[in-house]
Structure formats: structure tokens, C-alpha cells
């Protein structure tokens, strides 16, 4: 893993610095540390995209959270979540959890928006 990491590092990085629903530091370190998963879409040799997952423990039964996802070339890997869902079910989860943009609500199938997050600026 601490291989690839420098060169899929900044797909990531730029998905976080998108939302910042997230610490680029605290997914870096949980995925060196094998506390969640890194997930690679290859072109040839190169990652065309990548996403981060984690289990969460919640009252309502576990999830598998995705949090955080990058790519260019979405219609060639979109397709791959199918991956991640079937993790998720043998892992006991009761659902796939995204935190991100609105737009992910349009191209996944299945998915639909439960929550929201509101912020307030301050200054």
C-alpha cells in the first residue's frame, strides 16, 4: 500500500479539498494503518480514480461509509461502487453511506438523499 500511496494521494486529497467533509491526514492514516480501505479504478498503469472507505459502528447497525472519492473518466468506473455494496453486505452493513457533493445522488442508481448537511459560514 505505502507503494502506490504517493501516486493515488492526490486524487484523494482533491476530493477532500472539494467538500471538506473530511481531514486528508485522518484518511491517509487510516488507510496506511489498515482502519479503511482504498479502492483503485487502473488505467493501464495509472489510477484513473480511487475512493476510501470505513466501517462505522452506529446505533441504527453498521455502514459502510465512502469518504471520499476522485477520479476523471466517471463513466468507465462508476460502475465499480457494485464492488464496494457487495463489501459492505458481507460485512454485515445495512447500507452505503456517501458524504459529498448533491451530484452523486444523480448518477448512482439505488441511492437517494436521506440526510442533509447545513453549514453557516462564519467570519
Do not use: H
Request: glycine residues 8%; charged residues 25%; positive net charge.
Amino acid at each position: 500500500m505505502r507503494a502506490i500511496w504517493p501516486s493515488v494521494a492526490p486524487l484523494l486529497k482533491r476530493a477532500i479539498a472539494k467538500t471538506g467533509l473530511a481531514e486528508f491526514a485522518t484518511i491517509e492514516f487510516d488507510i496506511l494503518d489498515g482502519r479503511s480501505l482504498l479502492w483503485i479504478a487502473w488505467s493501464g498503469r495509472a489510477a484513473e480514480a480511487v475512493a476510501s472507505t470505513s466501517l462505522q459502528q452506529t446505533d441504527a447497525g453498521k455502514v459502510c461509509v465512502i469518504t471520499a472519492c476522485a477520479g476523471a473518466g466517471m463513466n468507465r468506473w462508476l460502475s465499480l461502487i457494485r464492488g464496494i455494496e457487495a463489501y459492505a453486505n458481507a460485512e454485515g452493513c445495512r447500507c452505503v453511506r456517501i458524504f459529498g457533493r448533491k451530484g452523486w445522488v444523480r448518477v448512482l442508481d439505488g441511492y437517494e438523499e436521506t440526510y442533509v448537511i447545513i453549514d453557516k459560514r462564519l467570519t
